[in-house]
């Protein structure tokens, strides 16, 4: 298959959306609906951190519950995926090529970054998977280039899929949680934002983010969850077309806003 994929930004949200997948969920599988069958999908989960991109090429791909102190039925969930050895070269040789130094690592599987959003787009687990990690400390212009790097990938077949979160407080989160509190303003403030100029095509308002908005150190104190957007918004080139297929708040900080990039 060569059809173009359109690029995607999903949510992941808490590891509770595997359970209560609400209106995102919804959103998620009806978005699913209208793909093609991909090739394989390259999916890049801010909860896979490493100094240098490496690319998963296991065949089979563990499912990681890579959290804790949450429900007990999180920890029996799986997701089944089957991994894909030769589209993972094409990823490596891709970022290679585009001056991106990449690896690729046979053992590694799925953390819940990646397999929650999945498991709501893909519940049968029948498209390859070929995981990415991302490198936080090279920031958003290093996951920009990354993006850049992967787009002859979205020609090609594949599905280039970045779940994140458009905020991302754990201490608000916590304390919200606490005491039940009502969302923050600044979480709807920033995720305006973000949607207003991904509208308006402002890419590099939004490579700089954290010092064009007011609020945006406090949504993201760490931009690990943001830096698959810039992936993104990199794989889908200086004329995209991005609109959101979801907007909305869950646990009372978190932005489930998802997008399109065509």
Do not use: K
């Not at 001056?99 to 046979?106: H, L, Q, R």
């Not at 403030?189 to 991904?198: I, L, S």
């Not at 992936?231 to 978190?254: C, K, M, N, W």
Request: glycine residues 8%; proline residues 10%; charged residues 15%.
């Amino acid at each position: 298959m060569n059809a173009r994929h359109p690029v995607l930004f999903v949510p992941h949200g808490s590891p509770m959306f595997a359970l209560r997948p609400g209106a995102a969920g919804a959103a998620l599988s009806a978005l699913v609906e209208q793909l093609e069958t991909p090739r394989a999908i390259v999916v890049v989960s801010p909860h896979w951190e490493t100094e240098a991109p490496v690319v998963g090429a296991a065949r089979h791909l563990e499912t990681i519950h890579d959290f804790g102190g949450f429900d007990p039925r999180l920890y029996t969930l799986q997701y089944p995926a089957t991994g894909c050895p030769e589209a993972a070269q094409q990823v490596v040789s891709a970022l290679v090529e585009a001056g991106v130094p990449a690896t690729a690592d046979s053992g590694r599987g799925l953390d819940h970054g990646a397999w929650v959003p999945l498991r709501h787009m893909f519940p049968d687990a029948e498209v390859p998977i070929v995981p990415l990690s991302i490198q936080h400390h090279l920031g958003p212009r290093h996951a920009h280039h990354v993006g850049q790097a992967l787009a002859p990938l979205v020609e090609q077949g594949f599905l280039l899929l970045c779940p994140g979160n458009i905020t991302h407080n754990l201490r608000d989160w916590q304390t919200a949680s606490r005491q039940n509190l009502p969302s923050p303003p600044y979480v709807q403030q920033f995720a305006d934002w973000v949607c207003e100029q991904v509208g308006e095509g402002r890419i590099d308002a939004l490579l700089d983010y954290r010092a064009q908005q007011p609020n945006g150190v406090r949504a993201h104190p760490r931009d690990e969850h943001l830096l698959p957007l810039f992936t993104a918004l990199g794989a889908a080139g200086p004329q995209l077309r991005g609109e959101a297929f979801y907007r909305g708040i869950s646990d009372h900080v978190i932005a489930m806003d998802g997008y399109v990039f065509h």
